[in-house]
Each structure stands twice: as structure tokens, then as C-alpha cells.
């Protein structure tokens, strides 16, 4: 079964600033997609980004880019120019391309704080 | 606007009682899925529905049951059997168990055993 691993249970990034968060994740697969997800303190989840396997190019979305090393199992997100309103809990996911069912395994997450 | 309602948003139970946690969608989407996030642990996988009158059994689903009697409705069963049950429930849906774009989430269920 593949895991997600997040080493940093919590990160702290001043206002503006760019801050890397680490995920490593394990699996014998070759073909599979990774996301980001943030849980603000409403609790409600919502996507930050996303990253096919089979793409060398790394995600981005305005301030947000990952660093994916397929060799090496590593998703980090960086976030650059650190808002308020970036401070949350952060997931990595991975989706099997393989497996049957769209199943998202989460890694623990990490809580950002952004301080002004 | 298209989402997905979880309700209550807090729920409390008394030890030995089953309790059941709504998911409502209004997105069309053929699959639903429930997680359960505990601190320092993630969302760990419950049950998933790819369609209607169909459920699979995710990782921690002992304690648990599910319908999907409608495509717009994943109703969440906690039983007494459930050793641990206080946690933060989330519900998510995707168009279909193909989709690779990730889920949309409701806004959870907090359940306390009291």
C-alpha cells in the first residue's frame, strides 16, 4: 500500500516570505498524480495543486510551484510571498492510476503560520 | 451554487448509540467518499461509492456502514461497534471514479462522544 509521509508537523513563515513544505511518499507505481490541499480554520478543504506523474514540468498555480523528484518520491510545495490568509493546514495526497476507486491517500499534514 | 452539505455540523453521542452523518451533493457527481481526520493522523479513507446502490470498504471502515440509495446522498452510519469514534468527519465527492482533478470536500461533521 503507498504512504504519504509529512516530516513537519508545523512550519512558520513571515508575511511575504517563501516557505518550502515537505511531503515524501512510497510506492512501486510509475504512474500516479499528487496534490496539495489546504484546510484553513474553517475546516473546509480546497486544492492547491496538482501533479501528474508523468510530467517532468512542475505544477504551478500564482504563488504556489511544487518541486517534484519522481526518483527521489518528493513533493514539496513552496509557497512564495506569504499571505495571512496562506496560514493553515497543509495535505499532500496521492491517487493511484492503477488501483480501482479515485481513492486520495493523505499524508499527516502540516500546520503553516504566517506571522505579520 | 453546486457543493456538497454535511450536517449536523456538530454532533454529540452518548456511548452505545448509533448516530448517522449526513452528505448531500448537488454536483452531479457520481462518486462519494468519507474520510475521518484525527490529529496527527490525516484523513484515513472509510467508505467510498462509484455509483448508486454500490460501496466499497475504505481502510478503518469497522465500526461503519453507508447507503447510497440516491446519487445525491452518502449518509454516514457510526455504530456502538466504533471503539473510538470522536473525530472530524469529511465527505467528498468526484464526477466519476476516473477523475483525476482531486475531490470536493463538504465542510465536516464534528462528532464527540460524551
Known amino acids: 500500500a503507498q504512504t504519504v509521509t509529512q516530516s513537519q508537523p508545523e512550519m512558520s513563515v513571515q508575511e511575504a516570505e517563501t516557505v518550502t513544505l515537505s511531503c515524501t511518499y512510497d510506492t512501486s507505481e510509475s504512474d500516479y498524480y499528487l496534490f496539495w490541499y489546504k484546510q484553513p480554520p474553517s475546516r473546509q478543504m480546497i486544492l492547491v495543486i496538482r501533479q501528474e506523474a508523468y510530467k517532468q514540468q512542475n505544477a504551478t498555480e500564482n504563488r504556489f510551484s511544487v518541486n517534484f523528484q519522481k526518483a527521489a518520491k518528493s513533493f514539496s510545495l513552496k509557497i512564495s510571498d506569504s499571505q495571512l490568509g496562506d496560514a493553515a493546514m497543509y495535505f499532500c495526497?496521492?491517487?493511484?492510476?492503477?488501483?480501482?476507486?479515485?481513492?486520495?491517500?493523505f499524508g499527516a499534514g502540516t500546520i503553516l503560520r504566517v506571522k505579520s | 451554487d453546486g457543493g456538497i452539505t454535511q450536517s449536523p455540523k456538530y454532533l454529540f453521542r452518548k456511548e452505545g448509540q448509533n448516530v448517522t452523518l449526513s452528505c448531500e451533493q448537488n454536483?452531479?457527481?457520481?462518486?462519494m467518499y468519507w474520510y475521518r481526520q484525527d490529529p496527527g493522523q490525516g484523513l484515513r479513507l472509510i467508505y467510498y461509492s462509484q455509483i448508486v446502490n454500490d460501496f466499497q470498504k475504505g481502510d478503518i471502515a469497522e465500526g461503519y456502514s453507508v447507503s447510497r440509495e440516491k446519487k445525491e446522498s452518502f449518509p454516514l452510519t457510526v455504530t456502538s461497534a466504533q471503539k473510538n469514534p470522536t473525530a472530524f468527519y469529511l465527505c467528498?465527492?468526484?464526477?466519476?471514479?476516473?477523475?483525476?482533478?482531486?475531490?470536493?470536500f463538504g465542510s465536516g461533521t464534528r462528532l464527540t462522544v460524551v
Open positions: 467528498a465527492s468526484s464526477i466519476t471514479h476516473r477523475d483525476i482533478r482531486g475531490y470536493t
Open positions: 454536483l452531479n457527481h457520481d462518486a
Open positions: 495526497a496521492y491517487r493511484s492510476n492503477a488501483e480501482y476507486g479515485n481513492k486520495l491517500v
